[in-house]
Nanobody, 122 residues
């Protein structure tokens, strides 16, 4: 089992920045792919970004590329999401996930955090 706890969400003005953190406990954190997802009411949860454990390669959805950065610190069992140049359309609940690493876009997401709200005002 892996437990994930997100933090760092909040209210920010458009153009501002936030950094989300996801602290993991339980099984070996470093062997999991890690991802950030987001969801707004009435819409499906979408992948924002993911990072592989094997080589640190990353994927970003087109709408956040160049603005968001995912990173992980295996020694601290923590994954981060640095969000810059935030836009109102980034408003959502952000979830951290850990999964079996079968390649970018192919991870099987086994564990989820409880989510943290990010609200970007215009």
């Amino acid at each position: 089992q892996v437990q994930l706890v997100e933090s760092g969400g909040g209210l920010v003005q458009a153009g501002g920045s936030l950094r989300l953190s996801c602290a993991a406990s339980g099984r070996t954190f470093s062997h999991y792919a890690m991802g950030w997802f987001r969801q707004v009411p009435g819409k499906e949860r979408e992948v924002v970004t993911e990072i592989r454990w094997s080589d640190g390669s990353t994927y970003y959805t087109a709408s956040v590329k160049g603005r968001f950065t995912i990173s992980r610190d295996n020694a601290k069992n923590t994954v981060y999401l640095q969000m810059n140049s935030l836009k109102p359309e980034d408003t959502a609940v952000y979830y951290c996930a850990a999964g079996r690493d079968y390649g970018l876009g192919s991870a099987l997401w086994d564990y989820w955090g409880q989510g943290t709200q990010v609200t970007v005002s215009s």
